[in-house]
């Protein structure tokens, strides 16, 4: 898996100039975010760690996650993504973190659509997160690899924003 090195490289450069770090708490991508941090130059300055918790009980138990709503809605959805950066965030004591969760297969559960949801948390807030969608034809690790590239894009994006309120 090859991501684009300028964007990793922009990423890398942006956390250890504003002298700040990041954790990573995934499902669906299943390490891929974290092994895209674990590439970046650097990234022991600005890459504290991260989780993949790809079940109910994991989740539940390391992510802190509402069991009642990872039950009701199999894991996936907003508050739950939102869920996962907050406490992941706090384990790692990092400024930023990423999470993502849901399908990268087409199944009952999904309503057979492809689809994740993530999102960002800055300082201990939730700052974006966004749903999304794939062709359901998709296949599961393009699938994985589309959700990390399209994720680290949008962290490029909220970095920009940061940068320019600084």
Known sequence: MEFQKNLLEYISHCLITADETISIA??????????AFSQ????????K????????????????????E?????????NIAEAMALQVAHLFESDWSISV????????????????????????????TKK??????TQALNAQLYYTEFILGC????????????
């Open 70 to 78: 990872a039950e009701e809605y199999d894991c996936v959805s907003e």
């Open 26 to 35: 995934e499902s669906v991508t299943s390490g891929c975010l974290q092994l």
């Open 101 to 128: 969760t849901g399908y990268c297969n087409p199944i009952r559960n999904s309503s057979y659509r492809i689809f994740a949801f993530f999102s960002f948390s800055y300082k201990g807030e939730i700052i974006l």
């Open 49 to 68: 760690g991260g989780i993949t918790a790809y079940t109910l009980p994991e989740q539940v138990r390391l992510l802190k996650v509402s069991k009642k």
């Open 40 to 47: 970046m130059p650097n990234a022991s300055l600005l890459y």
């Open 132 to 137: 999304l969608e794939l062709h359901p034809k």
């Open 155 to 166: 962290f490029k994006s909220e970095l920009n924003k940061l940068l320019i309120l600084k």
